[in-house]
């Protein structure tokens, strides 16, 4: 990949700290052995990881959104150690929106309150000193948006984020439906709005140089 003019390396990866050790240690190893590649062919590496219920149960469940932020930050307290070499960590938020009451998004049954949901953020940021950022695991526009907007909210310095259906995701069905004309329609009016949205919201990360102790790029050479 990087003969090929890659400018970084991006895995993902389904973990949970929950899981069987022999399981989990065959994923430490595989992406311990990433990162030396990585390493030793100086290109970045991203890693995204994405939770699931070890005992099977459904990960849309109210009893898998209790479990979600020990999960989220889990895997940042894992993967942020130093023998991985991951550069960016591209994480899920550290709880469902569906059921954090007093949101816009919440559906009824509740795992947290609005002041849970917060310190959850803030804790999963203290799991690691890597750059994160979020990704927004095929949720809504508006869903990912008050999402950002929680995270800003409760304070946690993320780094961005680094998304693709929640800006596309809706175009697919009038695509399907109405052909490629009226889908570019929309990637160009509703499409750019998402994107729009999004960069609105981004305005409360941080960059990730500050993780290093510096306040400019200039500074670190």
Same mark, same amino acid.
């Given at each position: 990949?990087?003969?090929? =003019?890659?400018?970084?390396?991006?895995?993902?990866?389904?973990?949970?700290?929950?899981?069987?050790?022999?399981?989990?240690? /065959?994923?430490?190893?595989?992406?311990?052995?990433?990162?030396?590649?990585?390493?030793?062919?100086?290109?970045?590496?991203?890693?995204?990881? $994405?939770?699931?219920?070890?005992? *099977?149960?459904?990960?849309?469940?109210?009893?898998?959104?209790?479990?979600?932020?020990?999960?989220?930050? *889990?895997?940042?307290?894992?993967?942020?150690?130093?023998?991985?070499?991951?550069?960016? /960590?591209?994480?899920? $938020?550290?709880?469902?929106?569906?059921? $954090?009451? *007093?949101?816009?998004?919440?559906? =009824?049954?509740?795992?947290?309150?609005?002041?849970? &949901?917060?310190?959850?953020?803030?804790?999963?940021?203290?799991?690691?000193?890597?750059?994160?950022?979020?990704?927004?695991?095929?949720?809504?526009?508006?869903?990912?948006?008050?999402?950002?907007?929680?995270?800003?909210?409760?304070?946690?310095?993320?780094?961005?984020?680094?998304? =693709?259906?929640?800006?596309?995701?809706?175009?697919?069905?009038?695509? &399907?439906?109405?052909?490629?004309?009226?889908?570019?329609?929309?990637?160009?009016?509703? *499409?750019?709005?998402?994107?729009?949205? $999004?960069?609105?919201?981004?305005? &409360?990360?941080?960059?990730?140089?500050?993780?290093?102790?510096?306040?400019?790029?200039?500074?670190?050479?």
């Amino acid at each position: 990949m990087r003969k090929a =003019g890659a400018d970084c390396i991006k895995i993902l990866l389904y973990y949970t700290p929950f899981e069987k050790t022999p399981v989990n240690d /065959l994923k430490h190893a595989w992406i311990e052995r990433i990162g030396d590649e990585c390493l030793a062919h100086d290109i970045p590496f991203f890693l995204e990881t $994405v939770g699931y219920n070890a005992d *099977g149960d459904d990960e849309k469940s109210v009893a898998y959104a209790k479990k979600k932020p020990e999960v989220v930050s *889990g895997s940042m307290a894992e993967f942020g150690k130093e023998r991985y070499n991951v550069d960016v /960590l591209k994480v899920e $938020v550290p709880v469902e929106m569906a059921f $954090v009451e *007093g949101t816009k998004s919440f559906k =009824g049954e509740k795992a947290y309150t609005r002041a849970e &949901a917060l310190q959850h953020f803030r804790d999963a940021e203290t799991m690691t000193h890597k750059p994160f950022i979020y990704l927004s695991a095929g949720v809504s526009n508006p869903v990912f948006i008050e999402t950002l907007e929680l995270a800003g909210e409760s304070g946690t310095k993320f780094n961005g984020v680094l998304c =693709g259906r929640a800006t596309w995701k809706e175009g697919i069905p009038i695509f &399907a439906k109405q052909g490629t004309k009226a889908f570019r329609d929309w990637l160009e009016t509703t *499409g750019v709005e998402n994107i729009n949205n $999004v960069n609105q919201a981004l305005k &409360a990360a941080s960059p990730w140089y500050l993780k290093f102790g510096v306040n400019s790029l200039e500074a670190l050479g």
